[in-house]
Every structure is written in C-alpha cells, then in structure tokens.
C-alpha cells in the first residue's frame, strides 16, 4: 500500500469513527470528506460504500444533487461568476468569456492546469443591487466589467 493510500485511509477512517459517534447522514459524510480531501474523489465513495453497505450510487446521487460538492480538484482561487438575471443582463457572460481566455480555460474546463484558478458559473449570489457580482474566494467584486475582473484577479497570480 502506498503511503498516499494509507493517508487517504487513515484521513477516510478518521472521517467514519466520528460519523459514527454523530450519527451522521450521507451529507455530512460528504461535506467532511470534501474538507479533508479538497474534493469528493472516487476512491473516497467507493471506500465508504463498502465500509457503511450503502451503495456508491447513494453517495454520487447526493454529491451530484448538491451544488457545494465537487468531484474533481479545484483551484487555489476559486471565482465564482453570478450569472442570475440582474448579472446577466449587465454581462456577466462577457466576464466569464474574457476571464476564461485570461486563465487559459478550453472548453469545458473549469480548473487551470497548475491549480490556482477554478472559474465557476453561479445561478445567483443574491446581491443583485451590485450586479454583476463576482466573488473571488471571499471577495465581493461588485458592478463588474470583464476588463475590470481581468485586474483583479492579477493579485491572485502572484
């Protein structure tokens, strides 16, 4: 066994024992997984699948349901573009275009080669007041231009 397995394990074990002690359900699994690992990963499912008896497909069907879950790795910095009707009336398709040409981002991609950018498209932040809105981790950047977003982010890259 690997020494990254074992850690997973070690990390997924650690996870089961309190769920366990909590009587946690499949969400609170998940949200704990994704907290130690940065994301849910097949390994993890598979894992808790055949230590709880409840099927993977279970798992994968409330981490697929569930928007605050991820199944691939994300970035470093995380931008996350409102695209709900306010912001995208004021462009926010115009910033998602031009941020994905600035990170480099093909087709469907969402998370940059070297790990430091995943650009996400919202339905709605609720802060239609300063629309469009694009947070960048926990950043609030209100009243956006495409141009203005390609500034912003130049801190994050360095």
């Not at 790990?115 to 694009?134: D, K, R, W, Y």
């Amino acid at each position: 066994m690997s020494r990254l397995v074992k850690q997973m394990e070690d990390v997924l074990e650690k996870i089961y024992d309190k769920s366990i002690v909590r009587g946690d359900n499949i969400i609170t699994i998940l949200q704990d997984i994704q907290n130690e690992l940065g994301y849910i990963n097949e390994e993890a499912v598979e894992w808790f699948a055949k230590r709880t008896g409840v099927s993977a497909a279970k798992y994968y069907g409330v981490a697929t349901f569930y928007s605050q879950f991820h199944l691939s790795p994300r970035g470093k910095n995380i931008i996350t573009v409102c695209s709900g009707t306010v912001c995208h009336v004021k462009g926010a398709e115009r910033i998602i275009g031009k941020l994905k040409d600035e990170l480099k981002l093909k087709g469907d991609a969402q998370t940059t080669r070297d790990m430091q950018f995943t650009l996400e498209n919202v339905n709605c932040v609720g802060a239609c007041s300063i629309a469009p809105v694009v947070l960048v981790n926990d950043k609030v950047f209100g009243k956006q231009s495409a141009d203005k977003m390609v500034k912003n982010i130049k801190p994050y890259k360095e």
